[in-house]
């Protein structure tokens, strides 16, 4: 088992309930879909397991290890392993796609004659080698979620973590990015997706687990969007 | 930790980069006038101690005896002085002596000597110390000897001199915390344009896993060099300053034991360059690490 969360509960300063007694374990090589409301935890469910936030009570395991006991300067060794990509894409606006990626091996100390065969290999994989050298302005929305894909994925981590990455995109563009996601959960990759869209969820069929309130409401092997009548309220989208 | 050159490479471009995108003249010449100011109490109170480690190696109590003493009488006096501790030697000067060394300090005026006729002068012992600290109390006992009319040593111009160096030293530490003070919020202003301009590749950095270190090095060498440019800026300046100075002192009033020697000048404006790079990566590390959150 690679993740497990064990009865976690986090309550931000505000007094807002992210989780509240979350019990869920994810094996290795996983494809699960985190969906819910807006507000229902997926977030804050992703942060906690690259220890963006700490849990107010409970215990985060990854590889068997407790990640909400590690020390603070071990944080940076953990997200190597645990990577996220995001909405946004989050890209450095000043850098070629090639140096948006190569800036993730870079500032997590590479050696320097590794990073170009790394770099092109992580391009291919998400197939936007030809656009190299373009600048991410130049680019679609699709193409900027594959490099961002490219940059998570480039130091080979673990687990790769995707909150909405498909929330700014439509739907033809949103199918190339699931493949991409779809090839890398293949090569062994861990891979956790936040999501809105039912669409998507209801065609892959993959292990589907539900927030609602902070809670885990559902949790189905190879399960659709929409659960239960009851929790379905609210479905933005 | 070990640190790859690549590492160091891309640290130092990255550092050198946004120091040129974010330092102004504005700042690097305010820190260069703090520094200068530093500067120039440093180069007061060198100066100062010269003329005072001067002084106490020259100073000398001129012991006046009264006029009737035979040489006999004067040899037990001369021997009576040198019994007491401290001294270093003691040398007789006869009233004759005396005149012809006060015709020589007034040269040209010599024709003074002469027209007092006779020699108004009484016999003299120069008596010489160890340590110029115990001058006053040797000089009390000498002067509670028979025979004597009175010593002199410059009383109170030496003290005077001591306790004006000690206030220099102190204005010039309270000068160098308030400087401090100054280079701290130059620096820090400069490091937080940088953190403002470079917040989305710090974003991207944590996000990765770039240790707190490799995100704070750049910064560092940031702080370093807004450090080194301007304290270069002033160090340079006090020197060619202080150079003009003794040259034109040097022709008004030569007599001021200024000290004229390159090397100790060089050292002070380069312990000043020094203090600056230090104090700009001191800034800059504080700077970050209550920014950043790391």
Known sequence: MLIRFYDVTKVYPSGATGLFSVNTFIGKGEFVFLVGPSGAGKTTFLKLLTREILPTRGQVLLNGRNITRIRPTEVPYLRRTVRMIFQDFKLLPNKTVYDNVAFALMVTEKPRRQIGALVNEALKLVGIESKAEMYPDELSGGEQQRVSIARAIVGDPTVLLADEPTGNLDMETSWDIMEVLLRINKRGTTVIMSTHNATIVDVLKQRVIELDNGRIVRDDEKGVYEGEAEYNAVLPG | ?294
Request: aromatic share 8%.
């Open chain 2, 1 to 294: 930790m070990r640190v790859r050159l690549s590492t160091m490479r891309y640290f130092l471009a990255e550092g050198w980069k946004s120091t040129k995108r974010n330092v102004s003249l504005i700042s690097l010449g305010t820190m260069a006038v703090s520094i200068f100011v530093l500067g120039v109490f440093g180069l007061i109170l060198m100066n100062l101690s010269n003329v005072n480690s001067n002084l106490r190696s020259s100073i000398e109590i001129r012991v006046y005896v009264e006029d009737n003493l035979t040489g006999q009488g004067l040899g037990a006096l001369k021997q009576q002085i040198e019994s007491i501790e401290g001294v270093h030697r003691v040398t007789y000067v006869s009233k004759e002596e005396g005149l012809s060394r006060l015709a020589k300090q007034l040269g040209e005026k010599a024709g003074l000597v002469d027209i007092l006729g006779e020699n108004p002068l009484p016999d003299t012992f120069d008596v010489r110390v160890f340590n110029a600290d115990s001058t006053p109390d040797i000089a009390s006992r000498i002067s509670n000897l028979p025979h004597i009319i009175g010593v002199n040593y410059g009383q109170g111009f030496t003290e005077k001199l001591l306790s004006a160096t000690r206030f220099i030293a102190v204005a010039t530490v309270v000068l160098a915390v308030i400087l401090l003070g100054a280079v701290m919020f130059i620096v820090g202003n400069t490091v937080r344009l940088s953190l403002v301009s470079r917040a989305q590749e710090i974003e991207v950095m944590k996000l990765v896993g770039a240790t707190d270190w490799f995100i704070m090095w750049p910064f560092l060498i940031e702080g370093m060099i807004v450090g080194f440019l301007g304290s270069s800026l002033s160090g340079i300046c006090l020197y060619v300053v202080y150079r003009a100075c003794i040259s034109r002192l040097g022709l008004v009033a030569p007599f001021i034991p200024i000290i004229t020697e390159t090397a100790p000048v060089a050292r002070l404006c380069a312990g000043l360059v020094g203090l600056g790079v230090l104090m700009g990566v001191f800034a800059g590390g504080v700077f970050i690490k209550k920014h950043l959150e790391i």
